[in-house]
């Protein structure tokens, strides 16, 4: 019987988890950024790992959700998700 090393769990077809702070590590965003687009509904979901309470999230997917809404520099969240101020019918 041969060995072939130690196997990596995206070898063996389990995805690669990650927590919060390593998404907002790796993206480049805050966590609190991230528990606000959870709230939000618009992140993928967490996946369940037995035995633990941390919330993990599965690479592919957290790629995929970046990949479809890239980070603008210079604008905050709240920024984008609030409707602009208008001066229309504004006492002055």
């Known amino acids: 019987m041969m060995n072939h090393g130690p196997h990596t769990p995206e070898e063996e077809g389990v995805p690669k988890l990650l927590t919060i702070s390593e998404i907002a590590e790796r993206h480049g ?27 993990r999230f599965d690479a592919d997917a957290v790629a995929a959700y970046f990949a479809a809404n890239p980070k603008q520099p210079g604008k905050k969240l709240e920024a984008r998700l609030k409707p602009p101020l208008t001066t229309e019918g504004d006492p002055q």
Request: charged residues 20%; positive net charge; glycine residues 4%.
């Open 29 to 55: 965003v805050s966590r609190q950024t991230l528990h606000n687009l959870r709230r939000r509904g618009v992140f993928p979901p967490p996946v369940a790992v037995e035995n633990s309470t941390r919330a």
